[in-house]
């Protein structure tokens, strides 16, 4: 029985070919009290997408738009690891960087001034595992919002796109994505490319562009198919009103601001801040004397006046940037901040580092544990995961000079962090190499732009200071960009003025070969590939500059770890015999660790690492561990165990699990009559092997020892 919609709609779909399979827009199935819901279908993955609006604008400063990307573990046949929570809760942080993956490319589409209350919730109710679902699931979220009559300059689409055999390809299984250099996220309008997300190992910036281009032109199909829909559904266009400052507020102020601004606050940020302070006091005293209110009457409308002030602020940046090539601090438009760094400054730590650009500043702390100490991951797409290397990013409201509530990692923390993360992970050993687990903390301690570049360069000279031998070091830079018509000016290394004045916000980390992540997030209406190849190409002598600078305060990672870091030996083992290691319910390995007082972590392949702060914990382990799983060796001596004897001779125990048998012959020198006249069941012996038959049988003697 097909379904009933309650308000008689028609339940149809629109379809086209998305590279290579059918991709279908559903609507009027579900979701009948939405402002806009359509089921999209891809393989055999089911997102729901679901926009709500709210009637009227709110008072608010922001527009307030969220956008929830929601996993579930039915989706996949799972059920939550937990023991203790089975039912979905708080985000995962994958889940948290999906969301503001769809968030970005989506956001900027809407006029400014627009405030009507926008929730969108784009829910995966079925997943194929033969691809990721986030960009099937940033579609359906597009498609919600095209049905909803709201001014959405859409439709968005996107495409993930990996690499390999030197082809692009979209919608990698997993084991392509295993050997792919590239892993690109590229959203985009039909005119222009609006967000791009990628890590990349050590590819070149040529790659990076054609993938963008190469994705652009493939994701079209589904954006024209997100057209059709809207126009058969016909959403009735809402009504709204743009919040924006008031047309003749604007021109008093402009006219108040005529000669202040310009080359005479064209300083040093700390200067040029303080220069813009006091003339913000002055023109809120100015413009409560024009109006003839006192402070309480003011105070009504001091945010409208605030408003227009500070966006003459952003028309002047951006004139200075167009007319003159020349920045708010005076820089030209290629020149980075000064830098300054420092590592090893907190005697404690594994491994420290203080890294200054200008007025933004981080300080990261590395610190190196077992194995063990890894992050297991358990969610919609991941199983029994491990996140090995972890890193967390910090901005409490002192940074930005303002007092803020302390609390969790919001989005943009988690965000900042994982970008970073991303940056070092190509260069990292493996963990055969260096059986650590890793957690790398910036805490930014000054902000003005650029922090999630900050944290990158910080987090590599801590790692370098922690004595982590990563294959080679990574720099990271942020681009902005102002577009006068169609010529693009951009910047190298921007600050928050040109930030909240630009057209883009463009970070690029990498070695001096090539490019390990990205992240571009436009403020205009797309892109063209030739405007963000200009961008991706001017930032590689940026990122050379700051390499330089970060080489002549450490040039290669140290060659000894810290004194208060755990000392860490590991052996590989054949992974048929970790169950003789671990023992039965875990005897064998918790008798090693109780009494040489070292943790020890074994691994599925065989794996085995040692941890302790005393050498000598960790050598009486290793040597337990080894005797365990030694293979028998012809014409060694061991001593042993007799652990049977028959008429023809005794067996003998020579390794855990491995018995060998003497012969009654080879018991001693002289003609022996009984066994027993020898030996005795249970006591030790020193026993040679002389041979191991084809079937695995071991001959032993006693005679010489």
């Excluded at 005119?191 to 070149?204: N, P």
């Excluded at 991951?377 to 302390?406: F, L, S």
């Excluded at 290669?556 to 208060?564: A, G, I, Q, T, V």
Aim: proline share 6%; net charge negative; glycine share 8%.
């Amino acid at each position: 029985m097909s379904i009933i919609n309650p308000s008689g709609k028609e339940i149809f779909s629109v379809t086209t070919d998305f590279c290579g399979r059918p991709l279908t827009l559903e609507v009027n199935r579900v979701g009948f009290r939405t402002t806009g819901s359509v089921l999209v279908r891809y393989g055999d993955t089911v997102v729901l997408g679901s926009a709500q609006v709210s009637p009227r604008p709110v008072q608010l400063d922001y527009f307030p738009l969220s956008i929830d990307y929601e996993e579930k573990f039915y989706a996949a046949g799972k059920i939550s690891g937990s023991r203790f929570i089975k039912r979905e809760g708080r985000p995962s942080d994958e889940a948290v960087l999906i969301g503001r993956l769809i968030d970005r490319p989506i956001r900027p589409l809407f006029p400014k001034g627009y405030r009507q209350e926008i929730q969108v919730v784009a829910t995966v109710l079925s997943m194929d595992p033969s691809f990721r679902p986030d960009v099937i699931a940033m579609i359906a979220a597009s498609s919600a919002l095209m049905l909803t009559g709201t001014p959405f300059d859409g439709p968005v689409a996107g495409l993930r796109v990996g690499r390999v055999n030197g082809e692009f390809k979209a919608f990698l299984t997993p084991e392509e994505r295993e050997k792919s250099d590239l892993d690109l996220v590229v959203a985009g309008i039909e005119s222009g490319i609006t967000m791009v997300e990628a890590g990349a190992k050590e590819v070149s910036e040529d790659v990076i562009v054609d993938a963008m281009a190469w994705a652009h032109q493939m994701m079209q199909p589904a954006i024209a198919l997100q057209r059709e829909l809207a126009e058969k559904v016909a959403p009735a266009q809402q009504e709204y009103d743009l919040i924006l400052p008031d047309e003749s507020i604007q021109q008093t102020v402009s006219a108040w601001v005529d000669g202040k601004f310009g080359e005479k606050i064209r300083r040093p940020y700390p200067e040029r801040n303080e220069m813009i302070s006091e003339i913000r006091a002055e023109f809120h005293e100015a413009m409560a004397e024009k109006l003839g209110l006192d402070e309480e009457e003011y105070s009504e409308v001091r945010g409208d006046y605030d408003e227009a002030f500070t966006l003459a602020l952003h028309k002047d940046v951006r004139r200075g940037i167009v007319a003159e090539r020349v920045r708010p601090d005076g820089r030209q438009l290629t020149e980075i901040r000064p830098l300054s760094s420092e590592v090893g400054f907190l005697p404690r730590a594994h491994g420290s580092s203080l890294f200054t650009r200008g007025v933004t500043q981080g300080m990261n702390i590395v610190t190196l544990a077992p194995l063990s100490y890894s992050q297991l991951i358990d969610t919609m797409e991941i199983t029994d995961g491990e996140r090995r290397y972890m890193h967390h990013y910090n901005a409490p409201g002192y940074t930005v000079g303002e007092v803020k509530r302390m609390g969790s990692p919001g989005r943009r923390e988690i965000g900042h962090g994982y970008l970073a993360e991303r940056a070092l992970l190509p260069v990292l050993p493996t963990e055969e190499d260096f059986p650590y687990a890793i957690r790398s903390v910036t805490e930014i301690m000054s902000q003005n732009g650029s922090t999630s570049m900050a944290a990158t360069c910080s987090s590599c000279l801590a790692l370098m200071d922690a004595g982590v031998p990563i294959s080679a070091p990574v720099s990271g830079i942020a681009m902005g960009l102002m577009m006068d018509g169609d010529t693009p000016y951009v910047l190298s290394d921007i600050a928050d003025a040109e930030d909240f004045a630009g057209d883009m916000d463009f970070k690029v980390t990498g070695t001096s070969k090539g490019i390990t992540a990205l992240q571009m997030d436009m403020k205009v209406h797309g892109l063209p590939v030739a405007v963000l190849r200009q961008a991706i190409e001017q930032s590689k002598a940026g990122r050379a500059h700051i390499l330089e600078h970060m080489l002549s305060v450490l040039p290669e990672p140290r060659k000894s770890l810290s004194p208060y870091a755990p000392r860490i030996e590991k052996i590989k083992i054949d992974p048929d015999k970790i169950g003789v290691i671990i023992g039965k319910g875990g005897e064998t390995i918790n008798k090693i660790t109780s009494e040489t007082g070292a943790e020890i972590d074994i691994k599925e392949d065989g794996l085995i690492t040692v941890a302790s702060p005393d050498g000598a914990s960790i050598e009486k382990a290793m040597n337990w561990i080894k005797s365990l799983v030694e293979e028998p060796e012809v014409g060694k001596i061991y001593e042993g165990k007799v652990v049977g004897i028959k008429d023809f001779g005794a067996f003998v125990n020579i390794l855990p699990g491995v018995d060998g048998m003497v012969h009654i012959s080879k018991l001693a020198e002289h003609r022996v009559e009984k066994v027993t006249d020898v030996v005795k069941e249970g006591q030790t012996v020193r026993v040679k092997i002389t041979g191991i038959d084809e079937r695995g049988k071991i001959n032993l003697t006693m005679i010489g020892l």
